[in-house]
T-cell receptor, first 113, second 113 residues
């Protein structure tokens, strides 16, 4: 049972344009969502997060939107840069779960110069 | 700060052999986690620890064991290695639970033949 899904395995965008990465979840108990970025041969690094009491969180070029009714979140990167090319993982957690994260399968983003 | 370190980076095991994957963090984090990542999949939690002497199972604990004798170290033991354990293993740590960023190590690539 895949509780967190990233249905697009890959995404290709042109440098300077917007990248939109999507994530769906099934468990309504989730109350905290995170995005991690991963380069080859490295561990994931934290990018941005959002609590379920918010519907938007912004950090520089990165914005995460949460739609609780649709159980959907998205990561917007504007403008996209070649250095953003990586695998992006969506993850979810809920209070009282000792911080355990449930990860999606990941989306590989390629930003073309 | 070195952050989260993992050794070895790569290892080939024969079926039935055993080994210990080492993980250490120097951030004085209470929580530590072991994940595995199979090709094209997200990270799945194997075991986690909320402090020295306290460990618990994650989603996929079968075939693994852990111990946490100190705050800094969280080794993962594979007994009787099987081809299904071929994967990339990531260790992570966080100061607290929900809402706290997990910091990941660079990973250990394990091949069981």
């Amino acid at each position: 049972d895949q509780q967190v899904k990233q249905n697009s395995p890959s995404l290709s965008v042109q440098e300077g344009r917007i990248s939109i990465l999507n994530c769906d979840y099934t468990n309504s108990m989730f109350d905290y969502f995170l995005w991690y970025k991963k380069y080859p041969a490295e561990g994931p690094t934290f990018l941005i997060s959002i609590s379920s009491i918010k519907d938007k969180n912004e950090d520089g070029r990165f914005t995460v939107f949460l739609n609780k009714s649709a159980k959907h979140l998205s990561l917007h990167i504007v403008p996209s840069q070649p250095g953003d090319s990586a695998v992006y993982f969506c993850a979810a957690s809920f209070s009282g779960n000792t911080g355990k994260l449930i990860f999606g399968q990941g989306t590989t983003l390629q930003v073309k110069p | 700060n070195a952050g989260v370190t993992q050794t070895p980076k790569f290892r080939i095991l024969k079926i039935g052999q055993s080994m210990t994957l080492q993980c250490a963090q120097d951030m004085n984090h209470n929580y530590m986690y072991w994940y595995r990542q199979d090709p094209g999949m997200g990270l799945k939690l194997i075991y986690y620890s909320v402090g020295a002497g306290i460990t618990d199972k994650g989603e996929v604990p079968n075939g693994y064991n852990v111990s946490r004798s100190t705050t800094e170290d969280f080794p993962l033991r594979l007994e009787l290695a099987a081809p299904s354990q071929t994967s990339v293993y990531f260790c992570a740590s966080s100061r607290n639970r929900v809402g706290e960023t997990q910091y990941f190590g660079p990973g250990t690539r394990l091949l069981v033949l």
